[in-house]
C-alpha cells in the first residue's frame, strides 16, 4: 500500500484548504486513515482520524470545529477540509493508514502502519 498526500499551500488566515490523500495498492476493506502534522521544531500530532465507515471520526481539540475529515471508498480517498485556518496550523501535514481497525482512538502515530510523505501547509496572518 502508498499513500500520496496532496492539496498543501499558501492561504491566509481565515482561509480554507482541502488536502486528499489517495491509498493505492493492496488496501483490505478495513482500514483506518488518519492525519497527522508537524510543525518546525515540534512532534508530529494528531489532526484527525476516520474508520472505514466512516462511523467513527476522531479530532484533535484544537482543529474541531474547523476541520472535517471525510473518505470516499470508491476512489480510495481520503480528504481534510480545513476551514478558518490560523497561522498555528502551519505544518507539513502527513496522512497514515492502519490496516486494521480495532476500536481505539487511532490519534497517536504508533497505531499506523504506513504514512505517506507529506504536503505542506501555510498560513500566513
Known amino acids: 500500500v502508498q499513500l500520496q498526500a496532496f492539496g498543501g499551500g499558501l492561504v491566509q488566515a481565515g482561509g480554507s484548504l482541502r488536502l486528499s490523500c489517495a491509498a493505492s495498492?493492496?488496501?483490505?476493506?478495513?482500514?483506518?486513515l488518519g492525519w497527522f502534522r508537524q510543525a518546525p521544531g515540534k512532534e508530529r500530532e494528531f489532526v484527525a482520524a476516520?474508520?472505514?465507515?466512516?462511523?467513527?471520526?476522531n479530532y484533535a481539540e484544537s482543529v474541531k470545529g474547523r476541520f472535517t475529515i471525510s473518505r470516499d471508498n470508491t476512489k480510495n480517498t481520503m480528504y481534510l477540509q480545513m476551514n478558518s485556518l490560523k497561522p498555528e496550523d502551519t505544518a507539513v501535514y502527513y496522512c497514515?493508514?492502519?490496516?486494521?481497525?480495532?476500536?481505539?482512538?487511532?490519534?497517536?502515530?504508533?497505531?499506523?502502519?504506513?504514512w505517506g510523505q507529506g504536503t505542506q501547509v501555510t498560513v500566513s496572518s
Open positions: 497514515a493508514y492502519r490496516q486494521r481497525s480495532y476500536g481505539g482512538t487511532y490519534s497517536t502515530a504508533g497505531e499506523y502502519d504506513l
Open positions: 495498492g493492496r488496501t483490505v476493506s478495513t482500514y483506518v
Open positions: 476516520i474508520n472505514w465507515s466512516a462511523a467513527y471520526v
